[in-house]
């Protein structure tokens, strides 16, 4: 495994101005640690889950201006793809890591998804740890910690992802760039296997929302 932690220098790569030499600094120094992890957690949620699960460099292809502000690999139950579907991300921003399950606008089963998990809202809110965070959008560095978030914001975070066309659901962890714990393969690798533990219910769930 090439994977062996992250550095300060995955995350500079994010200062470095122009698309082609910010995507080239992200092809040699971020994307191996991400096709390392992703091989390495879809063999792991195929264990998890009894079915078979692959892994999505992002490779950003669709970018002709603007460089990216992160960088990921996904793993969903398709080879095709995983836009469409509920699917696991570890990647990073220039200010820390992240490592979430997630539903973004593009997956058609939303709404189901959403009114499932209205129907388990309470045994959900228990479920998550308070350091764990929630997105409504992965475009955006920013999250809402489990510990601030009301019973009426989960609410309405439902809510649109249940009616607005763009909305998504992200829940997981966010790790500093200063966190130590980025730096150890183990530690990193043990955190993260106890992420995606915590978030596998919400993946459930949504695998019954494609479903119905």
Same mark, same amino acid.
């Not at 920013?142 to 992802?161: I, K, T, W």
């Given at each position: 495994?090439?994977?062996h932690g992250f550095t300060e220098e995955d995350f500079d790569v994010f200062s470095i101005e122009?698309?082609?030499? &910010?995507?080239?600094?992200?092809?040699e120094t971020v994307r191996p640690k991400l096709e390392d992890l992703g091989d390495h957690f879809a063999a792991w949620f195929t264990n998890k889950t009894g079915e078979e699960m692959f892994p999505h460099v992002a490779k950003h292809a669709r970018r002709k201006v603007n460089p990216p502000d992160d960088t990921w690999v996904a793993v969903a139950h398709s080879k095709r793809g995983?836009?469409?579907?509920?699917?696991?991300?570890?990647?990073?921003?220039?200010?820390?890591?992240?490592?979430?399950?997630?539903?973004?606008?593009?997956?058609?089963?939303?709404?189901?998804?959403? &009114?499932?998990?209205?129907?388990?809202?309470?045994?959900?809110?228990?479920?998550i740890p308070t350091d764990f965070v929630w997105s409504a959008?992965?475009?955006?560095?920013?999250?809402?910690?489990?510990?601030?978030?009301?019973?009426?914001?989960?609410?309405?975070?439902?809510?649109?992802?249940e009616t607005v066309k763009k909305a998504e659901l992200l829940c997981?962890?966010?790790?500093? &760039?200063?966190?130590?714990?980025?730096?150890?393969k183990d530690q990193f690798l043990r955190k993260v296997e106890q992420t995606f533990e915590t978030v596998l219910p919400l993946y459930r769930i949504a695998r019954q929302a494609e479903e119905k």
């Open positions: 495994m090439r994977f122009g698309l082609e030499p &910010r995507m080239e600094a992200i092809k995983y836009k469409k579907l509920p699917h696991f991300q570890i990647g990073l921003f220039g200010s820390h890591v992240f490592v979430w399950f997630a539903v973004i606008y593009e997956s058609p089963v939303k709404g189901t998804f959403a &009114r499932l998990l209205k129907e388990q809202k309470e045994e959900l809110i228990s479920h959008d992965h475009t955006k560095p920013e999250a809402v910690a489990q510990s601030n978030l009301s019973d009426e914001d989960f609410a309405a975070l439902l809510d649109r992802l997981g962890k966010h790790f500093s &760039r200063t966190d130590p714990v980025l730096a150890d």
